[in-house]
């Protein structure tokens, strides 16, 4: 049954695609190849633009194919400007469902009335994108905000479509010998996971508080307030912000914005995120930014719809900062070093090989100003390099990179000389400077204190019953009392192995995390140190 809703489903998304005039497409795929003939003898007919027929069509076919628009469209560099104008419709222009069930929906989440929970209510969408629509409304206090509405039955359609990729993932795994290398199957679990927060908007609230958090009092950033008493898993009701929409660039310059530094605010807001908090926003397409310009000077992003967040474990933004720095002080060298230590690529890989072709693909774009380097094409020639040492995808990645090709596009659409290096280096590089103060550690070790301190209370106890049976078992198998060499033989092996749990605790905290870890072990070997001396 469930092989049966498959093949329907992408005979729905040929007929899709046919339907708006995409023939090229579906005659190209394998399904269909065998009778390509046939688009030959089929009468021509008047077609709308291209640009227009693709967003049609990924409308029709569903969120998730919405979100595969939204995502190209931020990618000015790489299409034509007909098909990013259109394609840049799917970020809040997709036709919304009817008011009469929005209003149904509300009713339902909150148990009365629409006129009881607010005291306006407009019927009219202020805009409607792949996963909810939104409408512009009054609290009974007074206060205006917008309220978000998860589309009728959008989980259902979602897991419709999440069967599809998994199903063409799992036979790219069976019969494509490129994907053990690309992980398709995780790639897709990870795309779930982030569509099932998208999903529930009462985790969309908590992102939000959480980001205005990380940026109050920020004059980069501000993040509206949650209501928390009208949000529930299908409904988000948020403050209602004013500001110019980020892709109406000529109303911005009309308002003498310096587009600069918004350009470059917000390649340092994507960084801050990142290895500053570690907590990013991870859907920054141009419908979902808006810039306060009461100070055109001193413009400030303001960000709504915070539905994808990501994070990235102490490793992963450790190799990630120190490989971004050593790609731009080309030292390929610790670049290919950095890969293998992460794990990247596999442990075998012959270091200096994987310098050589990564300084190939990198110094022909160095010969370029830095405001002219593009991440984009460095990720994908990287990609396409990495092939021969058999690198892996990092699902856990994926989104992190998205997140910054949708930075860098939209920066370069703001201000086309913009320096992508020059506002991320010294965050990299102070982040990298307090990562390594020693303060850093005492600070960690101060927050992780309350669950260290417990274990550490009970490890003199611990190591002392230990070491009491260790000696009885020695008393049980030797009934004469041991030679005083031998007792001495066995105080110095105890030293020394107090030593080395005392010297490893201490490389712990400079080398590896978390460094509470080895705090704890330094910890211990000292008591070890002093019980071996008794």
């Keep these: 049954m469930r092989r049966l809703r498959l093949v329907l489903r992408l005979l729905g998304i040929q007929r899709a695609l046919l339907r708006h005039g995409l023939d090229e497409i579906v005659?190209?795929?394998?399904?269909?190849?065998?009778?390509?003939?046939?688009?030959?003898?089929?009468?021509?007919?008047?077609?709308?633009?291209?640009?227009?027929?693709?967003?049609?069509?990924?409308?029709?076919?569903?969120?998730?194919?919405?979100?595969?628009?939204?995502?190209?469209?931020?990618?000015?560099?790489?299409l034509p400007a007909d098909i990013g104008d259109e394609l840049a419709k799917l970020q809040d222009q997709v036709p919304p469902f009817p008011s009469t069930e929005a209003?149904?929906?509300?009713?339902?989440?909150?148990?009365?009335?629409?006129?009881?929970?607010?005291?306006?209510?407009?019927?009219?969408?202020?805009?409607?994108?792949?996963?909810?629509?939104?409408?512009?409304?009054e609290l009974v206090s007074?206060?205006?905000?917008?309220?978000?509405?998860?589309?009728?039955?959008?989980?259902?359609?979602?897991?419709?479509?999440?069967?599809?990729l998994y199903a063409l993932a799992g036979l790219a795994e069976a019969y494509w010998p490129e994907a053990r290398r690309l992980h398709p199957l995780e790639v897709v679990a990870e795309f779930e996971r982030t569509l099932a927060a998208e999903i529930d908007l009462m985790r969309e609230a908590a992102n939000a508080a959480q980001l205005k958090r990380n940026f109050a009092g920020s004059e980069l950033l501000y993040v509206p307030t949650v209501y928390w008493d009208y949000c529930r898993p299908n409904v988000l009701t948020i403050e209602r912000i004013s500001g110019v929409p980020i892709s109406h660039v000529e109303e911005l310059q009309?308002?003498?914005?310096?587009?600069?530094?918004?350009?470059?605010?917000?390649?340092?807001?994507?960084?801050?995120?990142?290895?500053?908090?570690?907590?990013?926003?991870a859907d920054m397409h141009p419908g979902n930014i808006f810039v306060d310009v009461t100070d055109p000077e001193r413009p400030k992003y303001i960000a709504v719809d915070f539905g994808i967040v990501g994070s990235l474990d102490a490793r992963?933004?450790?190799?990630?900062?120190?490989n971004f720095l050593a790609f731009f002080r080309?030292?390929?060298?610790?670049?290919?070093?950095?890969?293998?230590?992460?794990?990247?690529?596999?442990?075998?890989?012959?270091?200096?090989?994987?310098?050589a072709a990564v300084r190939s693909v990198c110094e022909p774009i160095f010969e370029k100003p830095l405001k002219d380097i593009s991440f984009g094409l460095v990720l994908l020639r990287l990609f396409q390099t990495a092939r021969q040492f058999d690198m892996e995808v990092q699902p856990q990645l994926v989104l992190l990179q998205k997140t910054l090709l949708a930075i860098e596009g939209l920066?370069?659409?703001?201000?086309?000389?913009?320096?992508?290096?020059?506002?991320?280096?010294?965050?990299?590089?102070?982040?990298?400077?307090?990562?390594?103060?020693?303060?850093?550690?005492?600070?960690?070790?101060?927050?992780?204190?309350?669950?260290?301190?417990?274990?550490?209370?009970?490890?003199?106890?611990?190591?002392?019953?230990?070491i009491r049976r260790a000696d009885i078992a020695e008393a049980a198998r030797a009934p004469l009392r041991p030679p005083l060499h031998l007792r001495r033989r066995r105080g110095r092996d105890r030293t020394h192995a107090a030593s080395a749990v005392l010297i490893a605790g201490v490389l712990w905290t400079g080398l590896a995390e978390p460094v509470w870890i080895?705090?704890?072990?330094?910890?211990?070997?000292?008591?070890?140190l002093v019980l071996a001396r008794r």
Excluded at 334 to 351: E, I, M, Y
């Design 142 to 164: 007074g206060e205006r905000v917008v309220v978000k509405i998860l589309r009728p039955r959008v989980g259902e359609l979602i897991q419709r479509d999440l069967e599809v």
């Design 518 to 528: 080895g705090w704890a072990g330094a910890a211990a070997g000292l008591v070890l």
């Design 254 to 281: 009309r308002r003498g914005t310096n587009i600069k530094r918004l350009a470059e605010n917000g390649v340092e807001i994507f960084f801050t995120q990142v290895f500053r908090h570690n907590f990013f926003h």
């Design 411 to 466: 920066g370069r659409q703001l201000y086309p000389d913009l320096d992508l290096w020059q506002t991320a280096q010294p965050i990299l590089e102070e982040w990298m400077a307090q990562r390594r103060d020693p303060r850093t550690y005492l600070r960690e070790l101060h927050a992780a204190w309350p669950t260290v301190s417990e274990d550490l209370r009970l490890l003199p106890q611990l190591l002392h019953r230990a």
């Design 330 to 355: 080309r030292d390929y060298r610790r670049v290919a070093t950095l890969h293998v230590d992460s794990g990247w690529v596999p442990k075998g890989t012959r270091v200096v090989e994987l310098e």
């Design 316 to 322: 992963d933004q450790h190799y990630l900062a120190e």
């Design 103 to 137: 209003a149904a929906i509300l009713e339902r989440a909150f148990g009365r009335p629409i006129g009881e929970v607010f005291a306006a209510f407009q019927a009219e969408p202020l805009a409607a994108a792949s996963i909810a629509q939104v409408h512009a409304a």
């Design 27 to 78: 005659w190209r795929t394998h399904l269909f190849r065998p009778l390509a003939w046939i688009a030959k003898l089929l009468p021509r007919r008047t077609r709308a633009p291209l640009g227009v027929r693709l967003r049609l069509a990924l409308e029709e076919l569903g969120p998730i194919f919405v979100k595969f628009g939204q995502a190209v469209s931020v990618r000015r560099d790489l």
